[in-house]
């Protein structure tokens, strides 16, 4: 494995105008092509790029079939990742941006509207799908455990602080997030463990042009293909390059024409699920929450 330690990055002020912005080739100079292991200028570790390390899983029709389906369900939370405007509506402040091909499977902690931990809906309602995914996480967190340790050992250990309903079993991991075809805007993400580190496992199907996964303020980037894995700190600033098929459409979901599809598969550590109570105590938790909503 090729091992890198940057030594430049760029500015602050270079960077502002990037946020929530599509980028292109135009921003990086390294394309990672085969196994490297990238540091940042204080030695820190940026990223693994192991290239063809699931393609046993990626390739599993079951598999495959539970993260393809999952392209139907789609947020519209994602703003700066989806690089659209968030739009306001009605009178309370709150803002969707577009419709975009990602969800959220696994645990989740409060949110100001939820204050309680839970499975997500699609995850409490398909239960033998989900277990399903599991020998692909299982897998995705050993490669973390071989290549990152020190990361993967400061995860695992609040994972094992953590009530067992809400970690992935064999794996540090609460959550998933399953993005389908789209290129994400320039940000950084928000909620998972600092201390720990992010995962991304590619599925890839028929051909298209662009997708690059890049860190802009180092400007190296991957073009992921079928099977491969990225091991990354994604409190960096991070974006992909706009996804373009060979019909000449710039993709926003798979294209049904050609069958250009990219999903992604992010596996993390969700800070606050460390702090849920157990399965029956978060229950609870959500029964008085409504109830106190019903009563008004």
Known sequence: MIEIRLRNRLRPADLTPKIGKVLGPH???????????????????LAAYLPNTLTEYTQNPTIYGI???????????RELASATRAIPYGTTG????????????????????????????????NVPSWQAL?????????????????????QASVASRTDKAWVVPGTPFTTVTVNN????????????????????????????????LMFPEYRVAVDMHDGDLL??????????????????????????????ERISVVSYFRTRMAECGDAEQEATRTRRTREKVDSG
């Open 134 to 154: 599991a020998p692909l996480l299982r897998a995705v967190a050993a490669q973390l455990r071989a290549h990152v340790p020190d990361r993967y050992a400061a």
């Open 94 to 125: 709150h803002a969707d941006s577009k419709r975009t091909p990602s969800i959220v499977v696994g645990a989740l902690d409060p949110t100001a509207h939820q204050k309680f931990c839970r499975l997500s809906a699609w995850t409490g309602k």
């Open 181 to 212: 075809t789209y290129s994400t805007g320039m940000h950084t993400d928000k909620g998972d463990l600092d201390a720990g580190f992010s995962t991304i496992a590619c599925l890839r199907r028929g051909t298209y042009m662009g997708g690059q």
């Open 27 to 45: 921003d990086y100079d390294i394309l990672l092509t085969g196994p490297t292991r990238i540091y940042k200028p204080d030695g820190r570790p």
């Open 67 to 77: 993260l393809h389906d999952l392209r139907k369900l789609k947020t519209t939370n």
């Open 231 to 260: 091991l990354m700190d994604a409190h960096d600033w991070h974006a992909n390059a706009a996804i373009v098929c060979p019909c000449g459409t710039r993709l926003f979901g798979p294209c049904d024409l050609c069958g250009a």
